[in-house]
């Protein structure tokens, strides 16, 4: 069964970073792709950035470009989401997800899904 486990969230300032873990369980990890979601209430989820299989390939939305970075650590089984100069507007639940390939940026290209992690950007 594949699992995957997001930690990492909580409360930091404007101006702050912070860094989100992914531990993926189950066979598929070394193969997959893997992403990191955004959904905030009332709004659909959202793409934040992704990771190719190799860690080789990264895409980013625009929001988040220069300021986010994603990396993956296939003898961990774990995927990174760091965020810096985060500001309020990045006040999301934060979901990752593994999928077998194809567009990076497409939510259909993931199959499994954790179950989110609270980010909340205050003052």
């Known amino acids: 069964q594949v699992q995957l486990v997001e930690s990492g969230g909580g409360l930091v300032q404007p101006g702050g970073s912070m860094r989100l873990s992914c531990a993926v369980s189950?066979?598929?990890?070394?193969?997959?792709?893997m992403g990191w979601f955004r959904q905030v209430p009332g709004k659909e989820r959202a793409f934040v950035g992704g990771i190719s299989w190799t860690g080789s390939s990264t895409y980013y939305a625009d929001p988040y470009k220069g300021r986010f970075s994603i990396s993956r650590d296939n003898a961990k089984n774990t995927i990174y989401l760091q965020m810096n100069s985060l500001s309020p507007e990045d006040t999301a639940v934060y979901y990752c997800a593994a999928g077998p390939g194809g567009r990076l940026d497409w939510s259909k290209s993931y199959t499994y899904w954790g179950q989110g992690t609270q980010v909340t950007v205050s003052s």
């Open positions: 189950g066979r598929i990890f070394r193969n997959y792709i």
